[in-house]
Protein backbone atom coordinates (compact mmCIF):
# COMPACT_ATOMS: atom_id res chain seq x y z
CA UNK A 1 0.00 0.00 0.00
CA UNK A 2 3.15 2.17 0.35
CA UNK A 3 1.91 5.91 -2.08
CA UNK A 4 2.25 5.84 -5.58
CA UNK A 5 2.66 9.56 -5.80
CA UNK A 6 1.84 11.05 -9.30
CA UNK A 7 4.41 14.05 -10.54
CA UNK A 8 2.00 16.50 -9.80
CA UNK A 9 1.31 15.32 -6.34
CA UNK A 10 5.32 15.63 -5.57
CA UNK A 11 5.35 19.03 -7.24
CA UNK A 12 2.97 20.36 -4.88
CA UNK A 13 4.44 18.39 -2.03
CA UNK A 14 7.72 20.29 -2.78
CA UNK A 15 6.47 23.26 -2.55
CA UNK A 16 4.64 22.65 0.74
CA UNK A 17 7.99 21.66 1.89
CA UNK A 18 9.43 24.81 0.48
CA UNK A 19 7.16 26.98 2.33
CA UNK A 20 7.04 25.20 5.90
CA UNK A 21 9.92 22.97 5.96
CA UNK A 22 13.27 24.37 7.39
CA UNK A 23 11.68 28.21 7.50
CA UNK A 24 11.22 30.91 5.59
CA UNK A 25 8.35 31.79 2.73
CA UNK A 26 10.98 31.35 -0.25
CA UNK A 27 10.16 28.58 -2.53
CA UNK A 28 13.68 28.70 -4.06
CA UNK A 29 15.68 25.29 -4.17
CA UNK A 30 19.00 25.29 -1.76
CA UNK A 31 22.40 24.00 -2.94
CA UNK A 32 22.33 20.28 -2.00
CA UNK A 33 24.60 19.66 1.29
CA UNK A 34 27.83 17.40 0.33
CA UNK A 35 26.24 13.82 0.36
CA UNK A 36 29.16 11.81 0.24
CA UNK A 37 31.12 14.02 2.87
CA UNK A 38 28.81 13.83 5.30
CA UNK A 39 28.32 9.92 5.17
CA UNK A 40 31.72 9.69 5.67
CA UNK A 41 31.58 12.07 8.63
CA UNK A 42 28.60 9.72 10.41
CA UNK A 43 30.88 6.35 9.70
CA UNK A 44 33.85 8.12 11.13
CA UNK A 45 31.89 9.21 14.35
CA UNK A 46 30.18 5.59 14.50
CA UNK A 47 33.74 4.34 14.57
CA UNK A 48 34.62 7.10 17.52
CA UNK A 49 32.11 5.46 19.75
CA UNK A 50 32.20 1.67 18.97
CA UNK A 51 36.01 2.11 19.45
CA UNK A 52 35.06 3.90 22.94
CA UNK A 53 32.68 0.72 23.20
CA UNK A 54 35.10 -1.94 22.50
CA UNK A 55 38.02 -0.34 24.70
CA UNK A 56 36.01 0.10 28.05
CA UNK A 57 32.69 -1.85 28.01
CA UNK A 58 33.44 -4.74 25.66
CA UNK A 59 31.51 -8.12 26.06
CA UNK A 60 28.87 -5.79 28.46
CA UNK A 61 25.58 -4.38 26.88
CA UNK A 62 26.14 -0.56 27.03
CA UNK A 63 29.19 1.90 27.73
CA UNK A 64 29.05 4.68 30.75
CA UNK A 65 31.18 7.17 28.43
CA UNK A 66 31.77 10.02 31.49
CA UNK A 67 33.20 6.78 33.61
CA UNK A 68 34.67 5.13 30.74
CA UNK A 69 32.93 2.08 32.66
CA UNK A 70 30.26 -0.50 31.59
CA UNK A 71 26.62 -1.15 32.14
CA UNK A 72 24.78 -4.23 32.13
CA UNK A 73 20.61 -4.48 31.73
CA UNK A 74 20.88 -7.43 33.57
CA UNK A 75 22.96 -9.99 36.30
CA UNK A 76 24.34 -11.12 33.36
CA UNK A 77 25.11 -9.15 29.80
CA UNK A 78 22.97 -10.20 26.99
CA UNK A 79 25.22 -8.23 24.04
CA UNK A 80 23.12 -5.62 23.54
CA UNK A 81 25.51 -2.84 21.57
CA UNK A 82 27.28 -5.67 19.58
CA UNK A 83 23.47 -7.13 18.40
CA UNK A 84 22.55 -3.67 17.83
CA UNK A 85 25.18 -2.50 16.17
CA UNK A 86 25.96 -5.31 13.52
CA UNK A 87 23.38 -4.58 10.70
CA UNK A 88 25.06 -1.33 10.94
CA UNK A 89 28.65 -1.54 10.43
CA UNK A 90 27.51 -3.93 7.38
CA UNK A 91 25.34 -1.46 5.80
CA UNK A 92 27.84 1.05 6.26
CA UNK A 93 30.26 -1.24 4.82
CA UNK A 94 32.39 -2.20 7.86
CA UNK A 95 33.68 -5.20 6.95
CA UNK A 96 36.36 -6.13 9.34
CA UNK A 97 34.75 -4.83 12.24
CA UNK A 98 31.47 -6.82 10.95
CA UNK A 99 33.30 -9.99 10.65
CA UNK A 100 34.81 -9.73 14.34
CA UNK A 101 32.08 -8.73 16.06
CA UNK A 102 29.60 -11.58 14.41
CA UNK A 103 31.78 -13.72 15.61
CA UNK A 104 32.40 -12.43 18.94
CA UNK A 105 28.45 -12.60 18.80
CA UNK A 106 28.11 -16.10 17.80
CA UNK A 107 30.77 -17.69 19.53
CA UNK A 108 29.50 -16.09 23.17
CA UNK A 109 25.86 -14.80 22.88
CA UNK A 110 23.62 -17.07 24.78
CA UNK A 111 20.27 -16.83 26.18
CA UNK A 112 20.43 -20.13 28.66
CA UNK A 113 20.31 -17.85 32.29
CA UNK A 114 18.15 -17.84 34.97
CA UNK A 115 17.71 -13.76 34.54
CA UNK A 116 14.58 -11.85 34.29
CA UNK A 117 14.25 -9.74 31.01
CA UNK A 118 12.11 -6.81 29.34
CA UNK A 119 10.15 -8.90 26.88
CA UNK A 120 9.79 -5.62 24.54
CA UNK A 121 13.43 -4.43 24.83
CA UNK A 122 14.28 -7.96 24.46
CA UNK A 123 12.65 -8.79 21.20
CA UNK A 124 12.64 -4.95 19.18
CA UNK A 125 16.65 -5.15 20.26
CA UNK A 126 17.96 -8.93 20.37
CA UNK A 127 15.55 -10.78 18.58
CA UNK A 128 14.57 -7.80 15.69
CA UNK A 129 18.85 -7.65 15.29
CA UNK A 130 19.32 -11.54 15.27
CA UNK A 131 16.43 -11.66 12.31
CA UNK A 132 18.33 -8.46 10.06
CA UNK A 133 21.92 -10.45 10.60
CA UNK A 134 20.11 -13.56 9.76
CA UNK A 135 18.82 -11.63 6.49
CA UNK A 136 21.75 -10.05 5.72
CA UNK A 137 24.70 -12.67 6.38
CA UNK A 138 22.55 -16.14 5.81
CA UNK A 139 24.64 -17.48 8.66
CA UNK A 140 21.69 -19.81 9.91
CA UNK A 141 23.14 -19.19 13.51
CA UNK A 142 21.34 -16.16 14.47
CA UNK A 143 18.36 -17.86 12.98
CA UNK A 144 19.01 -20.54 15.75
CA UNK A 145 19.82 -17.81 18.37
CA UNK A 146 16.29 -15.73 17.30
CA UNK A 147 14.47 -19.11 17.59
CA UNK A 148 16.06 -20.07 21.02
CA UNK A 149 15.00 -16.34 22.48
CA UNK A 150 12.06 -16.34 20.95
CA UNK A 151 10.57 -19.79 22.61
CA UNK A 152 11.91 -18.33 25.82
CA UNK A 153 9.79 -15.58 25.32
CA UNK A 154 7.05 -17.51 24.40
CA UNK A 155 5.66 -17.75 28.15
CA UNK A 156 4.87 -13.59 28.08
CA UNK A 157 1.59 -14.12 25.96
CA UNK A 158 0.15 -16.76 28.49
CA UNK A 159 -2.17 -14.13 30.45
CA UNK A 160 -5.81 -14.77 29.93
CA UNK A 161 -6.39 -11.79 27.46
CA UNK A 162 -3.02 -13.21 25.13
CA UNK A 163 -1.65 -9.83 26.02
CA UNK A 164 2.13 -10.50 26.97
CA UNK A 165 3.26 -9.89 30.72
CA UNK A 166 6.18 -7.38 30.86
CA UNK A 167 8.79 -9.70 32.14
CA UNK A 168 9.90 -13.34 31.64
CA UNK A 169 12.71 -15.15 33.40
CA UNK A 170 14.67 -16.59 30.54
CA UNK A 171 15.10 -19.97 31.83
CA UNK A 172 12.23 -20.56 34.18
CA UNK A 173 9.51 -19.15 32.14
CA UNK A 174 8.12 -17.10 34.80
CA UNK A 175 6.43 -14.12 34.07
CA UNK A 176 5.64 -10.52 36.14
CA UNK A 177 4.06 -7.17 35.99
CA UNK A 178 0.50 -7.92 34.68
CA UNK A 179 0.40 -3.89 34.40
CA UNK A 180 2.14 -3.06 30.35
CA UNK A 181 1.25 -0.53 27.80
CA UNK A 182 0.29 -0.68 24.08
CA UNK A 183 3.72 -0.09 22.85
CA UNK A 184 4.65 -3.02 25.29
CA UNK A 185 1.63 -5.61 24.10
CA UNK A 186 1.65 -4.17 20.53
CA UNK A 187 5.29 -4.03 19.18
CA UNK A 188 6.27 -7.51 18.80
CA UNK A 189 4.36 -8.59 15.60
CA UNK A 190 7.28 -7.62 13.18
CA UNK A 191 9.68 -9.80 15.27
CA UNK A 192 7.63 -12.84 15.98
CA UNK A 193 6.16 -12.64 13.20
CA UNK A 194 9.45 -12.92 10.88
CA UNK A 195 10.44 -16.11 12.67
CA UNK A 196 7.34 -17.93 11.92
CA UNK A 197 8.11 -16.59 8.60
CA UNK A 198 11.67 -17.66 8.54
CA UNK A 199 10.73 -21.29 10.88
CA UNK A 200 7.47 -22.15 9.13
CA UNK A 201 6.09 -22.28 12.83
CA UNK A 202 3.16 -20.63 12.96
CA UNK A 203 3.12 -20.18 16.89
CA UNK A 204 5.18 -16.74 17.01
CA UNK A 205 3.28 -15.09 14.80
CA UNK A 206 -0.21 -16.35 16.31
CA UNK A 207 1.00 -15.27 19.76
CA UNK A 208 2.31 -11.82 18.66
CA UNK A 209 -0.62 -11.03 16.77
CA UNK A 210 -3.78 -11.87 18.93
CA UNK A 211 -1.80 -9.88 21.35
CA UNK A 212 -1.68 -6.40 19.00
CA UNK A 213 -5.42 -7.51 18.30
CA UNK A 214 -6.27 -7.97 22.03
CA UNK A 215 -4.91 -4.50 22.59
CA UNK A 216 -6.94 -2.85 19.70
CA UNK A 217 -10.32 -4.58 20.73
CA UNK A 218 -9.77 -2.88 24.41
CA UNK A 219 -9.65 0.79 22.42
CA UNK A 220 -12.51 3.28 23.61
CA UNK A 221 -15.60 3.87 22.45
CA UNK A 222 -14.05 6.95 20.10
CA UNK A 223 -11.26 3.88 18.94
CA UNK A 224 -8.17 5.11 21.10
CA UNK A 225 -6.29 3.58 23.46
CA UNK A 226 -4.97 4.65 27.16
CA UNK A 227 -1.59 4.60 28.33
CA UNK A 228 -1.52 1.33 30.68
CA UNK A 229 -3.71 -1.68 30.88
CA UNK A 230 -3.51 -4.48 32.93
CA UNK A 231 -3.48 -7.71 31.09
CA UNK A 232 -4.92 -10.30 33.32
CA UNK A 233 -8.11 -8.23 33.12
CA UNK A 234 -8.26 -6.08 30.28
CA UNK A 235 -8.48 -2.98 31.98
CA UNK A 236 -7.16 0.49 31.74
CA UNK A 237 -5.37 1.71 34.62
CA UNK A 238 -4.55 4.94 33.14
CA UNK A 239 -6.69 6.45 30.12
CA UNK A 240 -4.28 9.44 28.99
CA UNK A 241 -3.89 8.94 25.50
CA UNK A 242 -1.39 10.37 23.11
CA UNK A 243 1.34 8.83 20.39
CA UNK A 244 4.14 9.62 22.67
CA UNK A 245 6.22 6.54 24.88
CA UNK A 246 4.30 3.77 25.75
CA UNK A 247 1.63 3.98 22.68
CA UNK A 248 3.74 5.53 19.97
CA UNK A 249 5.26 1.81 18.06
CA UNK A 250 1.77 0.22 18.78
CA UNK A 251 0.45 2.42 15.96
CA UNK A 252 3.88 2.25 14.30
CA UNK A 253 3.60 -1.56 13.76
CA UNK A 254 -0.22 -1.62 13.18
CA UNK A 255 0.54 0.00 9.44
CA UNK A 256 4.23 -1.60 9.14
CA UNK A 257 2.96 -5.19 10.22
CA UNK A 258 0.50 -4.74 6.52
CA UNK A 259 3.31 -3.47 4.72
CA UNK A 260 5.26 -6.02 5.48
CA UNK A 261 3.40 -9.10 5.50
CA UNK A 262 0.34 -8.18 3.96
CA UNK A 263 -1.49 -8.79 6.66
CA UNK A 264 -5.25 -7.20 6.18
CA UNK A 265 -6.38 -7.17 9.62
CA UNK A 266 -3.57 -4.51 10.48
CA UNK A 267 -4.36 -2.50 7.56
CA UNK A 268 -8.09 -2.27 8.98
CA UNK A 269 -6.71 -1.56 12.53
CA UNK A 270 -4.26 0.86 10.81
CA UNK A 271 -6.81 2.68 9.03
CA UNK A 272 -9.15 2.71 11.79
CA UNK A 273 -6.97 4.00 14.77
CA UNK A 274 -6.19 6.83 12.46
CA UNK A 275 -9.32 8.87 12.37
CA UNK A 276 -9.28 8.14 16.14
CA UNK A 277 -5.87 10.13 16.00
CA UNK A 278 -6.45 12.82 13.64
CA UNK A 279 -10.16 13.48 15.46
CA UNK A 280 -8.81 14.05 19.44
CA UNK A 281 -4.93 13.55 18.84
CA UNK A 282 -4.01 16.56 16.08
CA UNK A 283 -3.96 19.72 17.04
CA UNK A 284 -3.65 22.25 14.68
CA UNK A 285 -2.03 24.92 16.43
CA UNK A 286 -2.33 28.94 15.58
CA UNK A 287 0.66 31.24 16.51
CA UNK A 288 0.89 34.50 15.53
CA UNK A 289 2.84 35.14 12.58
CA UNK A 290 6.14 37.86 12.61
CA UNK A 291 8.51 38.66 10.12
CA UNK A 292 10.88 35.72 10.98
CA UNK A 293 7.86 32.93 11.16
CA UNK A 294 7.04 30.92 7.90
CA UNK A 295 3.73 31.88 6.08
CA UNK A 296 1.51 28.99 7.67
CA UNK A 297 0.14 26.85 5.85
CA UNK A 298 -3.95 25.89 5.30
CA UNK A 299 -4.25 28.56 7.87
CA UNK A 300 -2.14 27.44 10.92
CA UNK A 301 1.12 27.79 11.73
CA UNK A 302 1.83 24.66 13.23
CA UNK A 303 0.73 20.91 13.31
CA UNK A 304 1.21 19.31 16.40
CA UNK A 305 -0.17 15.84 18.08
CA UNK A 306 -0.85 16.08 21.70
CA UNK A 307 -2.95 14.13 24.58
CA UNK A 308 -6.35 13.10 25.37
CA UNK A 309 -8.72 10.84 27.52
CA UNK A 310 -9.22 7.82 25.59
CA UNK A 311 -12.89 7.89 26.60
CA UNK A 312 -14.34 11.67 26.16
CA UNK A 313 -11.42 12.71 23.83
CA UNK A 314 -10.82 15.71 25.72
CA UNK A 315 -7.59 17.28 25.53
CA UNK A 316 -5.27 16.68 28.62
CA UNK A 317 -1.99 18.33 27.44
CA UNK A 318 -0.40 20.06 25.20
CA UNK A 319 2.85 18.28 25.18
CA UNK A 320 5.17 16.77 22.00
CA UNK A 321 8.77 15.36 22.61
CA UNK A 322 11.64 13.25 20.82
CA UNK A 323 9.64 10.41 21.10
CA UNK A 324 6.72 11.83 19.15
CA UNK A 325 9.25 13.00 16.40
CA UNK A 326 8.58 9.29 14.72
CA UNK A 327 5.25 9.66 13.82
CA UNK A 328 5.87 11.94 10.62
CA UNK A 329 8.08 8.46 9.39
CA UNK A 330 5.02 6.41 9.77
CA UNK A 331 2.69 9.08 8.39
CA UNK A 332 4.74 9.41 5.40
CA UNK A 333 5.04 5.86 4.84
CA UNK A 334 0.74 5.71 5.02
CA UNK A 335 0.68 8.09 2.00
CA UNK A 336 -0.46 11.07 4.36
CA UNK A 337 2.88 13.53 2.96
CA UNK A 338 0.81 16.71 3.51
CA UNK A 339 0.62 15.64 7.33
CA UNK A 340 4.15 14.43 7.36
CA UNK A 341 5.34 17.90 5.87
CA UNK A 342 4.03 19.85 8.44
CA UNK A 343 4.55 17.52 11.69
CA UNK A 344 8.23 17.15 10.50
CA UNK A 345 8.48 21.61 10.62
CA UNK A 346 7.00 20.95 14.27
CA UNK A 347 9.59 18.76 15.38
CA UNK A 348 12.30 20.68 13.75
CA UNK A 349 10.62 23.72 15.46
CA UNK A 350 11.37 21.79 18.72
CA UNK A 351 14.77 20.53 18.44
CA UNK A 352 15.82 24.62 17.36
CA UNK A 353 14.03 25.50 20.62
CA UNK A 354 17.53 24.59 22.45
CA UNK A 355 20.21 23.90 20.13
CA UNK A 356 18.83 20.24 20.55
CA UNK A 357 15.73 18.38 21.10
CA UNK A 358 14.71 17.35 24.82
CA UNK A 359 12.58 15.03 25.83
CA UNK A 360 9.01 16.81 26.06
CA UNK A 361 7.89 20.04 25.03
CA UNK A 362 5.02 21.46 25.57
CA UNK A 363 3.85 23.09 22.01
CA UNK A 364 0.97 25.92 23.53
CA UNK A 365 3.77 27.24 26.21
CA UNK A 366 6.80 27.15 23.81
CA UNK A 367 8.91 25.72 26.99
CA UNK A 368 10.54 22.19 27.62
CA UNK A 369 8.93 20.39 30.67
CA UNK A 370 11.29 17.45 30.68
CA UNK A 371 15.30 18.43 29.42
CA UNK A 372 16.80 15.38 28.82
CA UNK A 373 17.82 14.16 25.32
CA UNK A 374 19.37 10.03 25.66
CA UNK A 375 20.61 10.17 22.00
CA UNK A 376 17.27 9.77 20.48
CA UNK A 377 17.35 8.71 16.61
CA UNK A 378 13.33 9.67 15.70
CA UNK A 379 13.91 13.04 14.44
CA UNK A 380 16.58 11.96 11.79
CA UNK A 381 14.37 8.44 11.30
CA UNK A 382 11.75 10.91 9.95
CA UNK A 383 13.84 13.09 8.18
CA UNK A 384 15.11 10.41 6.15
CA UNK A 385 11.53 8.84 5.48
CA UNK A 386 10.84 12.50 4.24
CA UNK A 387 13.62 12.66 2.15
CA UNK A 388 13.16 9.60 0.73
CA UNK A 389 9.85 10.01 -0.65
CA UNK A 390 10.41 13.75 -1.47
CA UNK A 391 13.81 13.99 -2.53
CA UNK A 392 13.65 18.02 -1.32
CA UNK A 393 17.44 18.92 -0.72
CA UNK A 394 16.04 20.80 2.56
CA UNK A 395 15.82 17.46 3.97
CA UNK A 396 19.02 16.92 3.52
CA UNK A 397 20.02 21.00 5.24
CA UNK A 398 17.33 19.71 8.03
CA UNK A 399 19.54 16.16 8.71
CA UNK A 400 22.70 18.47 8.32
CA UNK A 401 21.66 21.17 10.90
CA UNK A 402 20.88 17.95 13.30
CA UNK A 403 24.01 16.21 12.84
CA UNK A 404 26.18 19.23 13.71
CA UNK A 405 24.16 19.78 16.56
CA UNK A 406 24.34 16.39 17.66
CA UNK A 407 28.21 15.81 17.15
CA UNK A 408 28.45 19.56 19.07
CA UNK A 409 26.41 18.90 22.35
CA UNK A 410 26.85 14.93 22.90
CA UNK A 411 30.10 13.60 21.45
CA UNK A 412 33.05 13.03 24.17
CA UNK A 413 36.44 12.10 23.97
CA UNK A 414 35.50 8.24 23.87
CA UNK A 415 32.47 7.82 22.68
CA UNK A 416 29.05 9.83 22.88
CA UNK A 417 26.93 11.10 25.84
CA UNK A 418 23.09 11.30 26.46
CA UNK A 419 22.14 15.29 28.02
CA UNK A 420 20.95 15.15 31.44
CA UNK A 421 19.36 18.67 30.29
CA UNK A 422 19.42 20.31 26.74
CA UNK A 423 19.45 24.02 28.06
CA UNK A 424 22.47 23.56 29.80
CA UNK A 425 23.99 20.43 27.46
CA UNK A 426 25.46 18.98 30.52
CA UNK A 427 26.15 15.31 29.50
CA UNK A 428 25.14 12.18 31.79
CA UNK A 429 27.15 9.02 32.09
CA UNK A 430 24.45 6.85 29.40
CA UNK A 431 25.12 5.63 25.51
CA UNK A 432 22.00 3.07 25.10
CA UNK A 433 22.40 0.69 21.68
CA UNK A 434 19.70 2.31 19.89
CA UNK A 435 22.98 4.76 19.10
CA UNK A 436 24.44 2.37 17.20
CA UNK A 437 21.26 0.84 16.01
CA UNK A 438 19.33 4.07 15.00
CA UNK A 439 20.76 7.20 15.45
CA UNK A 440 24.07 6.65 13.32
CA UNK A 441 22.14 3.76 10.87
CA UNK A 442 19.53 6.44 10.16
CA UNK A 443 21.97 9.60 9.60
CA UNK A 444 24.28 7.48 7.53
CA UNK A 445 21.16 6.16 5.43
CA UNK A 446 19.83 9.74 5.00
CA UNK A 447 23.60 11.39 4.08
CA UNK A 448 24.81 8.45 1.82
CA UNK A 449 24.38 8.73 -1.92
CA UNK A 450 24.88 4.95 -2.77
CA UNK A 451 22.03 2.48 -2.68
CA UNK A 452 23.10 0.93 0.61
CA UNK A 453 19.61 -0.07 1.18
CA UNK A 454 16.53 -0.18 -0.86
CA UNK A 455 13.94 1.95 0.64
CA UNK A 456 10.94 0.33 -1.00
CA UNK A 457 12.36 -3.17 -0.02
CA UNK A 458 12.34 -3.34 3.69
CA UNK A 459 10.60 -2.29 6.80
CA UNK A 460 12.54 -1.10 9.68
CA UNK A 461 11.52 -2.58 12.72
CA UNK A 462 11.03 0.12 15.93
CA UNK A 463 14.69 -0.35 16.89
CA UNK A 464 15.43 0.04 13.01
CA UNK A 465 16.33 -3.43 11.90
CA UNK A 466 15.62 -3.70 8.70
CA UNK A 467 13.64 -6.67 7.36
CA UNK A 468 13.44 -7.65 3.63
CA UNK A 469 9.06 -7.22 2.71
CA UNK A 470 7.51 -10.36 2.20
CA UNK A 471 5.69 -11.52 -0.69
CA UNK A 472 2.12 -11.33 -0.18
Known amino acids: ?136 TGDKRFLN ?19 PYRYVNLKTGKTRNAVSNPAETGTLLIEFGTLSKFTGKPIYYDKAKRALVETYNRRSKIGLVGEWINVETGEWTNTDSHISGAIDSYYEYLLKCWLLFGDRDCKRMWDESLVAIKQYLEHEFYRP ?40 AVLALSGDMPRAIRLQRSSFLMWNHAGIEP ?46 DFVQHCRTDVAYAALKTVVTKEKSDSMQSF ?38
Open 1 to 136: MEAQVTAHKLHRWALVVCIICVGGGSTSLAQSPDRKKLAAEVKAEFLHAWNGYKKYAWGHDDLKPLSKTHHDWYPQPLLMTPLDSLDTMIIMGLKDEAAATQKYILENLSFDKDIEVQNFEITIRLLGGLLTNYQL
Open 145 to 163: LAEDLGNRLLPVFNSPTGM
Open 289 to 328: RTDQRPVPVDGFDELWYGHADMNTGRRRATTYGALDAFFP
Open 359 to 404: EEFDYREQKITSPGYPLRPEIVESTYYLYQYTKDPRYLEMGEKLWR
Open 435 to 472: LFAETFKYFYLLFSPDKTLYFRNVIFNTEAHPIRKFKR
